[in-house]
């Protein structure tokens, strides 16, 4: 795939929702880390939820595939927090983020744009979680 990403012209190569990479042996990061650098893209990688467990596993692979920045969503199927239970998960796993040089879940709106529209969700009484996405 990161033979691909850079045939089409693509810059950023992102990792996400892919379990089978917590299962990688040793040789296999150093494998993608290797490819991405000879291509060029840059790498990053994307997890679910804010729960520490998780973030740290994304961590250590950022750190074996060269990967500064990771981005999560903040719910996953099972987990859904409140902004004071987020905060207090993430408290515990930013600060290993910024010891190791990596940026958890920094999203850059130019480069989103360059890639995709930005939605938003819509505000009123049909704003409720699941609810689809809309353009603005």
Do not use: W
């Amino acid at each position: 795939m990161l033979h691909d990403t850079t045939g089409l012209g693509g810059r950023v190569f992102q990792i996400c929702d892919h379990p089978a990479i917590e299962s990688y042996d040793r040789a296999e990061p150093a494998d993608v880390r290797a490819t991405a650098r000879d291509l060029g893209p840059a790498s990053e990688l994307g997890a679910r939820g804010v729960r520490a467990a998780p973030l740290l596993t994304h961590l250590e692979l950022a750190r074996e595939l060269d990967v500064t920045l990771v981005r999560s969503m903040l719910n996953t199927a099972g987990h859904r927090p409140g902004p004071a239970e987020a905060t207090g998960l993430l408290k515990e796993t930013v600060p290993k983020y910024a010891d190791a040089g990596a940026t958890p879940g920094r999203v850059r709106p130019a480069s989103l744009l360059a890639c995709r529209p930005v939605f938003r969700r819509p505000r009123g009484p049909r704003d409720r979680p699941g609810q689809p996405l809309s353009r603005p």
